[in-house]
């Protein structure tokens, strides 16, 4: 069961109190599905700014500018891969090669992990955010003793779950080179500017993995960013129809 609200809704109260009515009678969960424009404009309590050179996207392109044309991508969830599903677009390059982990938060680098450890063949690189590493830090642990040499993880720090409204993590109070060296990774590099990441990259493609870059950016996202025009599904069949070449 489930209701929508949006800004021309009235009795919200009615529509709360029949919520947990149905909740309680059945127990089962109930949905309240809210419309974009239903409530007033947010201000984050806590706001964190940075200075870094770049912003995400700064980082994606220079990235994806520098990885060979048989790479694989598993990207994270929300505006990361967004991004460079645009990209791609903007350079007509295909998407062939990107796996676009929508709507689920944490797992991209599971999803590469499992491609790295079938595909050997092939360079695996996963494009992570902090509160998605955060949300699933146990993945670090299992990627470092499966060990992959073809597994390159890179972690966009921006401190902040952007595409939810930018609130804080704990993205910069801790060190993920360090995690994840004492969970096994082979190398661990942090970068800020795009030479740093450049270098990074070099290192990362000469030594076995996994290997881990954390890019430590500025939050924020073009407002007049897009969303694939492939379905997930399409996504799915077009890096599995790659990957079985």
């Given at each position: 069961p489930y209701e929508i609200i949006n800004s021309t809704s009235d009795n919200i109260e009615g529509k709360i109190e029949n919520a947990c009515k149905v909740m309680?009678?059945?127990s089962c969960?109930?949905?309240l599905v809210i419309s974009e424009g239903t409530f007033e404009e947010y201000s984050l309590v806590k706001n964190i700014e940075t200075n870094f050179p770049m912003k995400r996207e700064d980082a994606i392109k220079i990235i994806l500018d520098n990885l060979s044309k048989e790479a694989v991508i598993v990207?994270?969830?929300?505006k990361a891969s967004r991004e460079v599903f645009e990209y791609r677009e903007k350079n007509q390059q295909g998407h062939q090669n990107d796996f676009l982990t929508?709507?689920?938060m944490g797992h991209c680098s599971q999803i590469a992990l499992g491609i790295a450890m079938k595909k050997k063949d092939k360079q695996v690189y996963v494009l992570d955010g902090d509160?998605?590493?955060?949300?699933?830090?146990?993945s670090l642990s299992i990627t470092g003793t499966r060990a992959p040499e073809n597994f390159r993880h890179?972690?966009?720090n921006n401190g902040a779950h952007d595409s939810v409204g930018g609130q804080p993590t704990a993205g910069f109070?801790?060190?993920?080179?360090?995690?994840a060296r004492a969970c096994g990774y082979e190398l661990t590099i942090k970068a800020e500017t795009g030479e740093q990441v450049k270098d990074a990259l070099v290192k990362m493609k000469q030594t076995g993995g996994p290997c881990l870059l954390e890019v430590r950016v500025n939050k924020g996202a073009?407002?007049?960013l897009g969303r694939p025009t492939l379905t997930p599904a399409e996504n799915k069949k077009s890096i599995m129809k790659f990957l079985s070449k």
């Open positions: 309680n009678e059945m969960p109930f949905a990207s994270t969830t929300g929508v709507g689920s509160g998605a590493v955060i949300m699933q830090m146990g890179i972690i966009l109070e801790i060190d993920f080179t360090e995690i073009r407002k007049d």
